[in-house]
T-cell receptor, first 112, second 114 residues
Framework: QKEVEQNSGPLSVPEGAIASLNCTYS??????FFWYRQYSGKSPELIMS????GDKEDGRFTAQLNKASQYVSLLIRDSQPSDSATYLCAVNGGGGADGLTFGKGTHLIIQP | DGGITQSPKYLFRKEGQNVTLSCEQNLNHDAMYWYRQDPGQGLRLIYY???????QKGDIAEGYSVSREKKESFPLTVTSAQKNPTAFYLC?????????????FGPGTRLTVT
């Protein structure tokens, strides 16, 4: 059974600080890793994808992947109140067009 | 405007009735997916289709059925055999991104069965 684990939170971060979200996965053969943002009552929105070990930066977001430790993280710099949402980590085991395995999400609160 | 549409946004049904949820995309994506989300939970995969006229069961396919007669459409039927059908249902489609497949979601359908 493939598993993706996240701390459910809530994670409270002051406005302007760096928010750090973490995720571990059980399937060592996993190929693709994703972070989705989900506002309350809405559908998930893809914000980052990462496939290789190391860091990938896009604007205020940085995704970090360590396949040896089976660990994925998302850093949000200069956190804004609009970043308050649930962040879902998702993993694609096969690397192809198979479905994703999701964690339960981390609820992030940015305090003004 | 390209995108994924799901209808209706809210759906109410009586126990014992089958119900079909619509999902349409005009993004020319080959693969489509159905997930359900329960309160405080992550998404769980119901069915997916990588190509027209072919589909595979996901982790929780029991009590559901799908069809893929057109590239643009992937309807989901929730049958009376599904024990706990009340949930938020999300349809997605995928394209090949920089290094791999990326899934994008429609707005979802909230199904309530009483």
């Amino acid at each position: 059974q493939k598993e993706v684990e996240q701390n459910s939170g809530p994670l409270s971060v002051p406005e302007g600080a760096i928010a750090s979200l973490n995720c571990t996965y059980s399937d060592r053969g996993s190929q693709s890793f994703f972070w989705y943002r989900q506002y309350s009552g809405k559908s998930p929105e893809l914000i980052m994808s990462i496939y290789s070990n190391g860091d990938k930066e896009d604007g205020r977001f940085t995704a970090q992947l360590n396949k040896a430790s089976q660990y994925v993280s998302l850093l949000i710099r200069d956190s804004q109140p609009s970043d308050s949402a649930t962040y879902l980590c998702a993993v694609n085991g096969g690397g192809g067009a198979d479905g994703l395995t999701f964690g339960k999400g981390t609820h992030l609160i940015i305090q003004p | 405007d390209g995108g994924i549409t799901q209808s209706p946004k809210y759906l109410f049904r009586k126990e014992g009735q089958n119900v079909t949820l619509s999902c349409e995309q005009n993004l020319n994506h080959d693969a489509m997916y159905w997930y359900r989300q329960d309160p405080g939970q992550g998404l769980r995969l119901i069915y997916y289709s990588q190509i027209v006229n072919d589909f595979q069961k996901g982790d929780i396919a029991e009590g559901y059925s799908v069809s893929r007669e057109k590239k643009e459409s992937f309807p989901l039927t929730v049958t009376s055999a599904q024990k706990n059908p009340t949930a938020f249902y999300l349809c997605a489609s995928s394209k090949w991104g920089q290094s791999g497949p990326e899934q994008y979601f429609g707005p979802g359908t909230r199904l309530t069965v009483t």
